[in-house]
């Protein structure tokens, strides 16, 4: 017995299938693309308005422990020397900075 094939449902499950691994493709370039993004400066417009600094040891308001590493906002892989910020878009912070938005992993 020969199995009816349509040729209509073939097209429409490869397609789906094709939708469904468009996303996933993003998501190797994003993660290329945020490791050639620049390094927030003191000098950046946003980094003075919320008391960035470079070393979290430095930074007089800063409590144990409390450095964009350990920061909810942190963006970059754990164990990472930088990594992205909401707050400073287009531009990554180093793990060991700080700044007065810093909140705790929970």
Do not use: E
């Not at 998501?27 to 950046?44: E, G, H, K």
């Not at 070393?55 to 754990?78: E, F, I, T």
């Not at 910020?85 to 180093?94: A, E, H, I, T």
Request: net charge positive.
């Amino acid at each position: 017995m020969n199995p009816v094939t349509d040729p209509f449902r073939r097209q429409l499950l490869g397609s789906a299938i094709a939708i469904c691994l468009i996303p996933m493709a993003g998501i190797r370039s994003s993660t290329a693309f945020a490791a050639d993004l620049p390094l927030v400066t003191a000098d950046d417009a946003t980094a003075k308005a919320v008391g960035y600094v470079d070393d979290a040891s430095l930074a007089a308001k800063a409590k144990p422990g409390s450095r964009c590493g350990s920061c909810m906002l942190y963006q970059g892989a754990a164990g990472s020397s930088q990594g992205g910020c909401p707050l400073f878009s287009g531009k990554q912070v180093r793990a060991t900075a700080w700044c007065t938005s810093w909140t705790a992993k929970s």
